[in-house]
Structures are given as structure tokens and as C-alpha cells.
């Protein structure tokens, strides 16, 4: 529980940052914003904040308390998410993201009706609304109230609706700019409040010994949390099938979460420029590298510290004990920054797709202020929707991580097969593209209860191979659009300063090294 002086540390947390958010959105911009100013920070953020900005909207309650759960449950092999979406970062800025900055896009659905037609635009809209109202928005906000009833037992609704409160209060009026700048500080606390709460939970598993001595007590009490591929015998084998992980779906869900969701790839949007745009990618791709450390680790020193928990979830508010007072608000801060921070990303995505993609093909002829206006309107009503289905939809589950990808892999197969066949295959047809999102939902479904022994991870890749095929066949059965001529993946220019290949080539070698040694 949190005491005096924790709840004073949090306190002055919380109003540095709404000053901030508020001065950066006053200073900004004077008199009323267009759309680009609220949902694209006026094509203006540096790399600094683009990297910080992608980490903080990446590292949400679903990830820290999610994965610290499945750390708890699964051990170090759930890092694979992680340490594989380095890579997967530094693929995007290399060669998806050229494509997206030169067709001057503000949503993903709208490069995908510019590729296609309304048809797909309109369809792949509406389930990322779906997607982000009902099962990221709600997880965020129902792990970030589970987060404040552990560490200070206010009731879990009411935690719930401080963080929405907080949330809309820094980024309601700014829009993306005020969330990404405040980001910073956001990552800053969030890496340096993980780090110390992972060194005291070795400290004390060591009792003082020293942060080496506890990470050797870990691997040698329990060796099995630190197997990085997994066995076909091990009991947590369906969610990360050994070595089908690294050359498998996982390729699937990352290519599809880092490089086509509204939610990440809408900081690299804002970019001043394509360079300023990749030096973020490659820059969160480092900082990708040491959240295991923060997310992961607690929760299997939690299986020494804390072996009775009742459900996974509750391992990282319960490691938060371990702290003294004043650093356990820090720490209490940090937590709250990563799911404010996600909050205030996801509705601002929410906004942006809504007024962008739907309600401006309605009425497209109003003004930018009042496009703004539906915006921000938009952000509250998402979040009172997710306030209103958050229990009922999640408060079942022991790990809610697993539960967010088991949903969400239902359809990444199809919309990144829809992206994929898009940008490296002309001749692909907008009939093609919506086969594929069809298909996914149903080839997923047939798997999960038609083969269930079939592992998720290798569900996802098969899956996304049959997406292929179907929009190739549907493709070349059909007629080529007109919309089918505007994107050629020939004509982008993929030449990247030497900066960062040098930088990427430096983020592979890490993970081999890894890799190598968790073997």
C-alpha cells in the first residue's frame, strides 16, 4: 500500500504532467487547429519523440502487467514479443514505412482506399474501431484499474475512471502533439522505474546479496522460466510453439502491430521527415531490447517472492511492495504513465480513423475546426464505452495478454496478407483484399475449433499463408481496379542513410547474442 509521502510523489507526478501537456498545447499552436495540427502534430515531431512517443503507446497495462503475468506463468520466452519486434521495427522503417510518408497519408484505411477503393477502406475501419474500443481500450483500462487496487486499494472502477479522467485531461486538447512530447517523460520514468523495481526484486531474492546472485537463484530455482524455445512437452507450448516462434507467426503479428496499426504507425506519420522518421523507428527498437527487463523479469522473480498469487495478472502490483516509500510512488507513477499514455494514444488513433475514414466521407465539406470538434468527441465517447464493457469482457480472464493476442489474431493474418499483396504485388484487386480479411476470421475460427491442438503461433502463420493464396486467387479470377495503378513498390525509393543500417546491423547482432545465450 501506498503511504504519505508515496501519494505525494504521485500527486506532483501527475500535475507536473498536465502543466506540461497544457503548456506544450497552448504554445503550439495559437488560434484553432486543422486536422494535420490535432492528429498528425503538424507533420513536426523529431526522432527523440517519435522513438519515446512509439515505446510509451507500445507499453501499456496490457504490456507491463500482461506480460509480467505471462512472465509469472510462462517465464522468458514471452520476451520473444519483444525482442522479435526490435527487428521488426527496424523492417518497417526500411521498407514499409517510405511507402506510407510519400503517399501523404493521415490513417491506414485511407492508404488502403487510395491502393483500393472505399470498399476496403471502409471495412478495415470499422474493425480497428472495434478492435481498439472494445479489446485494447478495455484491457488497458481494466489492468490499469486491477494496477491501482493492488498497490492502493481504491475500488478497481474508480481507478478506472482516474485514468480516463488523466488521459483526456493532458491530450484532449493538444492532440497528438501534447502525448507525444509529454511521452518523453513518460518513457523516461517508465525505464528507470521498471529497471530499479527489477534490480530490489533480484536484490531480495538473493536477501541482499546482490543483483547477480539473484539472477543465479532465479535460473537455478526455476530453470524452466528462462527457456526461450520451448519444448513440445512444456504446458505452455500452445502459446509459443519452440522454434515456429522465431520463423513463424510471430513474423505475422508484428509486421501486422508494428508496421499497419493506426495506433503505433501514426507517430512515424508526424515525422518532419522520412529521416526523422527512421532514426525514431531504429531508436525504439533500442529501447525494445531492454523492456524485458522491466516487464518480464518481475514477474518470474515473482515466482520466488510471491508463489501463491491467484492470478498471474497481479504479479507486477504485488513486486511493487518490494519498494520503499517515496520510490514506490515513483514507481506507482511510472506504472500510471505507461497506461495513460496508452490511453491517450489509442483515442487519439480512435479519433483520427472515425473523423478521417468515416465521418468526413459523410460530410465532407465541413470545416477543419469542426473535424477537430468530432475528434475530440470521439475520444470521450470510446472511452466511456470501454468504461462501460471493460469488466464484462475481461474481468474473467487469468492472462489477459494472451486473451488481447488469442482476439486479435483472429483477423492480423488477413489484414497484413491485405497490406502485404497491396504494396509488393500490383496486379492484386480490392475484391482480392477483402478475400483476404473474410478469409482470416474464417480459417481462424475453422482451426481454433476444427485442429484445437494446432499451437495459436503456428494457427496465425498458416493462416496468413492461406490469405495469400486467397487474394492471389481471387486476384487473378477478377478484373484489375482502377485504384489497383497508384502504389508500385518499384517506384519507392528505399535508399536509408548509412546511420541507420549501421544502427539496425548494431540491434541484430544484440539479439543473437541473446539468442545464443538462452539457447
Same mark, same amino acid.
Given at each position: ?224 522460466? +528462462?527457456?526461450?524455445? #520451448?519444448?513440445?512437452?512444456? %504446458?505452455?507450448?500452445?502459446? *509459443? @510453439? $519452440? /522454434?515456429?516462434?522465431? =520463423? ?34 531504429? +531508436?525504439?527498437?533500442? #529501447?525494445?531490447?531492454?523492456? %524485458?527487463?522491466?516487464?518480464? *523479469? @518481475? $514477474? /518470474?522473480?515473482?515466482? =520466488? ?215
Amino acid at each position: 500500500m501506498l503511504d504519505t509521502l508515496d501519494f505525494t510523489v504521485f500527486i506532483t507526478y501527475v500535475i507536473v504532467l498536465l502543466c506540461i501537456a497544457l503548456w506544450i498545447s497552448r504554445n503550439d499552436h495559437k488560434g484553432d487547429r486543422n486536422t494535420e495540427d490535432y492528429f498528425l502534430a503538424s507533420k513536426s515531431l523529431p526522432w527523440w519523440a517519435i522513438g519515446a512517443s512509439l515505446i510509451a503507446a507500445n507499453i501499456s497495462a496490457e504490456q507491463i502487467i500482461g506480460m509480467s503475468g505471462s512472465g509469472y506463468a510462462i517465464g522468458l520466452a514471452i520476451a520473444s514479443y519483444e525482442w522479435m519486434g526490435a527487428i521488426t521495427l527496424v523492417l518497417v522503417g526500411k521498407y514499409l514505412l517510405p511507402i506510407f510518408l510519400k503517399n501523404k497519408i493521415f490513417t491506414m484505411p485511407q492508404y488502403l482506399e487510395q491502393r483500393f477503393d472505399g470498399r476496403v477502406k471502409t471495412t478495415l475501419a470499422l474493425f480497428w474501431l472495434v478492435v481498439f474500443v472494445f479489446v485494447n481500450l478495455t484491457s488497458i483500462l481494466w489492468l490499469g484499474g486491477l494496477a491501482i487496487q493492488t498497490v492502493t486499494g481504491i475500488d478497481w472502477m474508480v481507478g478506472m475512471i482516474f485514468l480516463a479522467i488523466f488521459s483526456v485531461a493532458y491530450s484532449l486538447y493538444g492532440g497528438l502533439k501534447a502525448v507525444a512530447f509529454t511521452d518523453i517523460i513518460q518513457v523516461v520514468l517508465l525505464v528507470f522505474g521498471g529497471l530499479f523495481l527489477s534490480y530490489l526484486a533480484l536484490t531480495q531474492v538473493s536477501n541482499g546479496e546482490g543483483l547477480f546472485a539473484g539472477f543465479n537463484i532465479l535460473t537455478e530455482k526455476a530453470p524452466d522460466h +528462462f527457456d526461450m524455445i #520451448l519444448s513440445s512437452d512444456n %504446458p505452455n507450448y500452445m502459446s *509459443l @510453439p $519452440g /522454434i515456429s516462434v522465431l =520463423i513463424g507467426g510471430l513474423w505475422v503479428m508484428n509486421i501486422g502491430y508494428w508496421g499497419f496499426n493506426q495506433y503505433i504507425i501514426q507517430r512515424a506519420l508526424a515525422a518532419k521527415s522520412i529521416q526523422e522518421a527512421q532514426k525514431g523507428i531504429v +531508436f525504439a527498437a533500442y #529501447l525494445k531490447l531492454i523492456m %524485458p527487463f522491466i516487464v518480464v *523479469l @518481475p $514477474g /518470474i522473480a515473482a515466482i =520466488i517472492l510471491f508463489p501463491t498469487l491467484t492470478k498471474p495478472d497481479q504479479a507486477y502490483p504485488s513486486m511493487m511492495g518490494l519498494m520503499p516509500s517515496g520510490i514506490k510512488g515513483l514507481v506507482f507513477a511510472a506504472l500510471v504513465a505507461a497506461i495513460v499514455s496508452s490511453l491517450a494514444s489509442m483515442t487519439n488513433s480512435i479519433s483520427t480513423i472515425f473523423t478521417m475514414d468515416l465521418y468526413k466521407s459523410i460530410k465532407p465539406n465541413k470545416s477543419q475546426n469542426h473535424y477537430v470538434g468530432v475528434g475530440r468527441i470521439t475520444t470521450v465517447v470510446a472511452l466511456i464505452l470501454a468504461l462501460i464493457t471493460a469488466q464484462p469482457l475481461l474481468g474473467k480472464f487469468d492472462q489477459a495478454f494472451q486473451y488481447i493476442q488469442e482476439f486479435t489474431g483472429l483477423f492480423s493474418p488477413g489484414i497484413t496478407a491485405i497490406f502485404i499483396m497491396g504494396m509488393f504485388w500490383k496486379r492484386t484487386t480490392s475484391t482480392g483484399a477483402l478475400a483476404a480479411a473474410i478469409s482470416s476470421a474464417i480459417f481462424s475460427l475453422a482451426f481454433k475449433f476444427l485442429w484445437p491442438e494446432l499451437p495459436f503461433m503456428d494457427r496465425i502463420g498458416l493462416v496468413f499463408i492461406l490469405c495469400i493464396l486467397m487474394s492471389m486467387l481471387v486476384s487473378l479470377m477478377g478484373k484489375p481496379s482502377d485504384q489497383d495503378t497508384s502504389v508500385n513498390i518499384d517506384t519507392i525509393n528505399f535508399s536509408t542513410e548509412k546511420s541507420f543500417n549501421i544502427a539496425a546491423m548494431g540491434c541484430v547482432i544484440i539479439l543473437v547474442i541473446i539468442y545464443g545465450t538462452w539457447w
